[in-house]
Each structure stands twice: as C-alpha cells, then as structure tokens.
T-cell receptor, first 114, second 112 residues
Framework: DAMVIQNPRYQVTQFGKPVTLSCSQT?????MYWYQQKSSQAPKLLFH???????NEADTPDNFQSRRPNTSFCFLDIRSPGLGDAAMYLC?????????????FGPGTRLTVT | RKEVEQDPGPFNVPEGATVAFNCTYS??????FFWYRQDCRKEPKLLMS?????NEDGRFTAQLNRASQYISLLIRDSKLSDSATYLC?????????????WGAGTKLIIKP
C-alpha cells in the first residue's frame, strides 16, 4: 500500500544533542511537509518542500533544518534540541500545492528530550 | 484572536446520540474548509471537506456559515469508534495557498 513512513516512531535525545527524524513516501507526491504538534495543540507547520524547493515558515526556529535528497525522502534535523522541542513530529505529503487540503500523514515520531 | 478556534471539549456523549460542534475562523477571505480526525497519539486523517452547500457523508454532516464565519460538524447515531479529536482546517487564499490553518481540535468521547 502506498503510504508515508516515519522512523523512528519514538526518539529520545539529550538536551543539545543533534537528532534527525526521517520520512519516506511511496505516494510519489510532489509536496512534503513537516509539522510539530504538542499535546492538545494544533499541528504547527515548520516547513515544506515542493519538489526540491524549500519553504520555511517565518516563525520556524533556525534550530530546525530539513533536507530532501530525492522525491521519496525528507529529513528533519534538530541541531540543538531543547526541552521545549519535545513534541510529536508529523510528516505529511500532498500531490501538489493545489491539493494541500488533502494531506497524507505519517504516524509521527514522538520526540523526548532529556 | 486565533485564526481558527474550536471548543477543546471533551464532549462526553452516549452511544447513539447526535453531537455537533463548531469551529470559527477569523479570515473572511478563507476559501476552503475541512474536518480532519485524529485518534489519540495517531496522525490526522482527512474526514471530509466542507462545501458552501453543505456536505453529508453517511452519519456525518458538515456545514459552512460564511456570514457568521463558522463551520460545523454533526455526527448522528454516534459510535464508540467516533471517539477522537476533530480538527478544523481552513485554507487561505493568495500566495500562501499551500498553507492550512489548523484548529487545536475538539475532543469527542463516546460512552457506551
């Protein structure tokens, strides 16, 4: 089945220790998104890629970076995680920017910072 | 004022009852509206779009009230499996047409 896969599902990192979360998709969608979601809050868009074009949200901290080496894979790098970065990180895809309403989400990676 | 506001709940509803909740949005130029469902500790999934004329899908009915700037979701004959958080999503027009504005969700608990 076509899907969005995130690894790992649970990640524990130490304060200040760089961590990378990964996302892959078999949907062949052009757009990939990274969201941060904290408990009882709305998903917060961090950035998205339209093909190779990277679009950063204005309020996304510099601590968060992303890479998309090919259509299928997208990575979220947190350079120096703080305690406030503990959250669920959701990767999503959409076929195109004209179809942003229908986003297909991965199961998420729950990040704990100790 | 938040761009998209929802009553966080929880709404505790007996199985078989009808439940409805609203979502208000602040930008009158908003073009498209959607309901997503998110199960506990899982990812959001698109439930249904909200059209100007209303939209019905089985036990679920979504409506849009542009004059008062809110959308609603009504669930009839509620099932235990309807327990989830329902997220309201608004699509803004213009250069940021890729951007979805998410509400924080309304938690629904269906009790046997």
């Amino acid at each position: 089945d076509a899907m969005v896969i995130q690894n790992p599902r649970y990640q524990v990192t130490q304060f200040g220790k760089p961590v990378t979360l990964s996302c892959s998709q078999t949907l062949n969608h052009n757009v990939m998104y990274w969201y941060q979601q904290k408990s009882s809050q709305a998903p917060k868009l961090l950035f998205h890629y339209y093909d190779k074009d990277f679009n950063n949200e204005a309020d996304t901290p510099d601590n968060f970076q992303s890479r998309r080496p090919n259509t299928s894979f997208c990575f979220l790098d947190i350079r120096s995680p703080g305690l406030g970065d503990a959250a669920m990180y959701l990767c999503a895809t959409s076929r195109d920017l004209t179809e942003t309403y229908e986003q297909y989400f991965g199961p998420g990676t729950r990040l704990t910072v100790t | 004022r938040k761009e998209v506001e929802q009553d966080p709940g929880p709404f505790n509803v007996p199985e078989g009852a009808t439940v409805a909740f609203n979502c208000t949005y602040s930008n009158s130029a908003s073009q498209s509206f959607f309901w997503y469902r998110q199960d506990c500790r899982k990812e959001p999934k698109l439930l249904m779009s909200v059209y100007s004329s209303g939209n019905e899908d089985g036990r679920f009915t979504a409506q849009l009230n542009r004059a008062s700037q809110y959308i609603s979701l009504l669930i009839r004959d509620s099932k235990l499996s309807d327990s989830a958080t329902y997220l309201c999503v608004v699509n803004l027009p213009g250069d940021s047409n890729y951007q979805l504005i998410w509400g924080a969700g309304t938690k629904l608990i269906i009790k046997p």
